[in-house]
């Protein structure tokens, strides 16, 4: 039997923090490019530019909290919402700590930052009276960073920076666009295992995580990228909506011997349309429509995904 997901957000909900968003977007922008004008003229930037640029980094943090708890809490299954119990004050916390810690330890601490922050949205969102758990650890993602983007990043720097010091008056377009191939390859392995440390979450004696084999996956994600990236984007809507499929298709729910899955009923074509005019819509609007495409593109895709 399939049990039908929901999600109840109206850009009625979600306008009002959106427009706030947007006028402290532009506002910071207008202050930003006074600012580098009269640095450029020799002007001394003032201390209040410094409180303004503060004050809307803890509004934006405010903002993304409630945008964050909005969406939360108008996921359904079976009727019934989550609810989403976690405080500002402690977020803010996370945040200020979090990022004290990482410029102190110069970015390691950063993967605990990360699983800190994930795990209070997590943790405190409940269906049922129950609360979910996240499971995944700050030190495995530490070893995903560093085993898959840094490590690597680091190999092709040195190597590409031996190649151009050979050769530095035959660097071509076609060195340049091997790199970025290179570039690529190496997000590959780390967008996989970054979801899947994600999706590692207890509810009541249940555990969701995904069941999928690395390679596999690794060649879906690269055959979408390509085809996002040949088309200049065109393609990407397409790719985010099979790419949904098939790891919704391959994430479970476990119980000692009792193994349930998720699902999504494809309609890739008219999904495709739909996305491409919720963005277009967007693009004309000059953001304002944001509210709506959210609300519209959610309640077509989460009303088609299932647990059976």
């Known amino acids: 039997m399939k049990n039908y997901f929901g999600f109840n957000l109206t850009a009625k909900k979600l306008l009002p923090i959106w427009l706030i968003f947007y006028f402290l977007f532009i506002t910071s922008y207008v202050v930003l490019i006074n600012s580098m004008k009269n640095i450029q003229s020799g002007t001394t930037p003032s201390g209040m530019l410094f409180l303004f640029l503060f004050l809307l980094f803890l509004v934006a943090f405010f903002i993304s909290f409630y945008i964050a708890k909005i969406i939360i809490e108008n996921f359904t299954y079976k009727d019934k919402p989550i609810i989403f119990n976690g405080k500002f004050g402690r977020f803010v916390g996370l945040i200020l700590v979090g990022l004290l810690l990482s410029i102190i330890t110069l970015g390691v601490y950063m993967a605990w930052f990360i699983r800190n922050i994930h795990r209070f949205f997590v943790n405190n969102s409940v ?83 995904w069941e999928t084999e690395f390679w596999n996956s690794c060649g879906k994600l690269a055959l979408e990228i390509f085809l996002s990236v040949i088309t200049i984007g065109i393609y990407s809507p397409m790719a985010v909506i099979k790419l949904y499929a098939y790891f919704t298709e391959r994430t479970i729910v476990q119980s000692g011997d009792v193994k349930r899955k998720f699902g999504f009923d494809t309609d890739n074509i008219n999904d495709f349309l739909f996305i491409w005019g919720q963005i277009l819509l967007t693009i004309i609007t000059l953001g304002i429509y944001y509210p709506w495409s959210i609300s519209k593109i959610g309640k077509k895709i989460l009303s088609r995904t299932y647990l059976e």
């Open 127 to 209: 269906y049922e009276n129950e609360s979910f758990t996240f499971q995944g650890k700050g030190g495995r993602l530490f070893v995903i960073v560093l085993l898959t983007i840094f490590l690597p990043i680091i190999a092709l720097t040195i190597i590409m920076s031996k190649v151009f010091m050979v050769n530095p008056e035959h660097v071509s377009i076609s060195n340049m666009i091997f790199q970025q191939i290179i570039s690529w390859m190496i997000m590959i392995p780390y967008i996989y295992f970054i979801y899947k440390w994600m999706v590692n979450i207890d509810y009541k004696n249940y555990n969701i995580r």
